[in-house]
Nanobody, 123 residues
Framework: QVQLVESGGRWVQAGDSLRLSCAASGGALSRLSIGWFRQAPGKEREYVAAISWTRGFTYYSDRVKGRFSISRDNAENAVYLQMNSLEPEDTAVYYC????????????????WGQGTQVTVSS
């Protein structure tokens, strides 16, 4: 079964950039679509971005569109989330997840989840 491990989360200042990584083991990601989700204190987990395994189509939530960029490197069996122009509202635990489904924006459709990595953006 696929195991996912996120890394790269840290404390940054507003306006900074940060790249999160999602490394997979126990299986290849080449035939799985990958989503990034986040959960802030007191809030529900929300969809951030996703990339399909078919042709690598990318999708973004309205909150991050134009600032975040998702990419994948099948050779390294990893997925990345480049975050630019970070805002305090981006503070959350970020999770990567994998799914075999063609629907990529709902948490309930993802089969595998990482443990999360904390991103804190100060004003």
């Amino acid at each position: 079964q696929v195991q996912l491990v996120e890394s790269g989360g840290r404390w940054v200042q507003a306006g900074d950039s940060l790249r999160l990584s999602c490394a997979a083991s126990g299986g290849a990601l080449s035939r799985l679509s990958i989503g990034w989700f986040r959960q802030a204190p007191g809030k529900e987990r929300e969809y951030v971005a996703a990339i399909s395994w078919t042709r690598g189509f990318t999708y973004y939530s309205d909150r991050v569109k134009g600032r975040f960029s998702i990419s994948r490197d099948n050779a390294e069996n990893a997925v990345y989330l480049q975050m630019n122009s970070l805002e305090p509202e981006d503070t959350a635990v970020y999770y990567c997840a994998a799914t075999q489904s063609v629907s990529l924006m709902s948490t309930k459709l993802y089969n595998y989840w990482g443990q999360g990595t904390q991103v804190t953006v100060s004003s």
